[in-house]
T-cell receptor
Framework: AQTVTQSQPEMSVQEAETVTLSCTYD???????LFWYKQPPSRQMILVIR??????QNATENRFSVNFQKAAKSFSLKISDSQLGDAAMYFC??????????FGQGTRLTINP | DTGVSQDPRHKITKRGQNVTFRCDPI?????LYWYRQTLGQGPEFLTY????????KSRLLSDRFSAERPKGSFSTLEIQRTEQGDSAMYLC??????????FGDGTRLSIL
């Protein structure tokens, strides 16, 4: 069974600084996708970034980038120049085929002004 | 693109009552997913549809739960004889084939 583990229940960072959220996953598949979703308080889940497993190049989206280590089954999210609006729960998720997303437990990110 | 719409946003009911939630996906999306999220946890998969066909159901989906997607458009999730443990946020998501899933705001169910 596929599993996703986020070992940091909470993280905090000073505004304008950089923070890295960790994620590991377990799968026997070779073709899959990984995602980071953001869930602000009482608001909907928003896709932050995605990574195709067959691509070696790490995905980037503006201030958000990932460090994808396929052999280690690691998929961390780096947020540069943190902003107050980045405060949210962040979920790492895995999908194989067009089926269900498997989510980690989440990391609550606090931005200190 | 009006996004995924869920109704109601919040449902409060007494234990033992039946409840039904509705999800309207993004109009061109052929896949629709239901997840359940309890406080402080990540969402857990319940079931998904491709068009009107229900293709997979989680073991979390007991026989008190039923989901439908008539005509491959909106979907309903019904819970019969609600229990305390059913209290959660029920999230709906939709996608076009293998594209990323887009989530709705969710329906928060509170069982008294």
């Amino acid at each position: 069974a596929q599993t996703v583990t986020q070992s940091q229940p909470e993280m905090s960072v000073q505004e304008a600084e950089t923070v890295t959220l960790s994620c590991t996953y377990d799968t026997s598949e070779s073709d899959y996708y990984l995602f980071w979703y953001k869930q602000p308080p009482s608001r909907q889940m928003i896709l932050v970034i995605r990574q195709e497993a067959y691509k070696q190049q790490n995905a980037t989206e503006n201030r958000f980038s990932v460090n994808f280590q396929k052999a280690a089954k690691s998929f961390s999210l780096k947020i540069s120049d943190s902003q107050l609006g980045d405060a949210a729960m962040y979920f790492c998720a895995f999908i194989q085929g067009a089926q269900k997303l498997v989510f980690g437990q989440g990391t609550r990110l606090t931005i200190n002004p | 693109d009006t996004g995924v719409s869920q109704d109601p946003r919040h449902k409060i009911t007494k234990r033992g009552q039946n409840v039904t939630f509705r999800c309207d996906p993004i109009s061109e999306h052929n896949r629709l997913y239901w997840y359940r999220q309890t406080l402080g946890q990540g969402p857990e998969f319940l079931t998904y549809f491709q068009n009107e066909a229900q293709l997979e159901k989680s073991r979390l989906l007991s026989d008190r739960f039923s989901a439908e997607r008539p005509k491959g458009s909106f979907s309903t999730l019904e819970i019969q004889r609600t229990e305390q443990g059913d209290s959660a946020m029920y999230l709906c998501a939709s996608s076009l084939d293998y594209q990323p899933q887009h989530f709705g705001d969710g329906t928060r169910l509170s069982i008294l």
